[in-house]
T-cell receptor, first 113, second 115 residues
Framework: DADVTQTPRNRITKTGKRIMLECSQT?????MYWYRQDPGLGLRLIYY???????NKGEISDGYSVSRQAQAKFSLSLESAIPNQTALYFC????????????FGPGTRLLVL | GQQLNQSPQSMFIQEGEDVSMNCTSS?????WLWYKQDPGEGPVLLIALYKAGELTSNGRLTAQFGITRKDSFLNISASIPSDVGIYFCAGQSRGGSNSGYALNFGKGTSLLVTP
């Protein structure tokens, strides 16, 4: 079984709709991250969390919110989706004892019409 | 985030050829990482570099942390078809802002290998 899972894997939604992307991990890591990938732009950090009570904005947090419900779960929400949020979204985890090694989930492909 | 320049943007080579790609930064990093992303998958860590001047190998892959701490390169020797994918460099600096532990990614090098 995969250590970092993301649901759904694919999602099509309409402008203005609220959607949530889920991430779960069985690695026992304390740190979790949400990235967005666009063609030609690499990965950009949206939000990150060092622990259940810790939430931090990344490079491109506008239009997104997150919730760290438990150490193993980190969800990303789009309160009112817009077309330029169409992208591939990745969740990642790391262990604070070795912060550099981030392990990525398989990604969620989101299309906003 | 800090800007990373990764080149080349894409490479189209024949099986057996060697490959070289590099990343440069306008700022100093404490750590350089190289990831590979296969189609439909998340990035997977290939090599991690922690000291300026460090040269590390992982099978046919070799990467170096530049002396200035502002650059890194990745070499792949004797390429094979399964090397196809997108390769990303990532740099990390510690301290300062809250995002000090997050990674800054290059835009990727897309590698195609023909048999």
């Amino acid at each position: 079984d995969a250590d970092v899972t993301q649901t759904p894997r694919n999602r099509i939604t309409k402008t203005g709709k609220r959607i949530m992307l889920e991430c779960s991990q069985t690695k026992g890591h304390d740190r979790m991250y949400w990235y967005r990938q666009d063609p030609g732009l690499g990965l950009r950090l949206i939000y990150y969390s060092f622990d259940v009570k810790d939430i931090n904005k990344g490079e491109i947090s506008d239009g997104y919110s997150v919730s760290r419900q438990a150490q193993a779960k980190f969800s990303l929400s789009l309160e009112s989706a817009i077309p330029n949020q169409t992208a591939l979204y990745f969740c990642a985890t790391s262990d604070s004892r070795l912060t550099e090694t981030q392990y990525f989930g398989p990604g969620t492909r989101l299309l906003v019409l | 985030g800090q800007q990373l320049n990764q080149s080349p943007q894409s490479m189209f080579i024949q099986e057996g050829e060697d490959v070289s790609m590099n990343c440069t930064s306008s700022s100093i990093f404490n750590t350089w990482l190289w990831y590979k992303q296969d189609p439909g998958e998340g990035p997977v860590l290939l090599i991690a570099l922690y000291k300026a001047g460090e040269l590390t190998s992982n099978g046919r892959l070799t990467a170096q942390f530049g002396i200035t701490r502002k650059d890194s390169f990745l070499n792949i020797s004797a390429s094979i078809p399964s090397d196809v994918g997108i390769y990303f460099c990532a740099g990390q600096s510690r301290g300062g802002s809250n995002s000090g532990y997050a990674l800054n990614f290059g835009k990727g090098t897309s590698l195609l290998v023909t048999p």
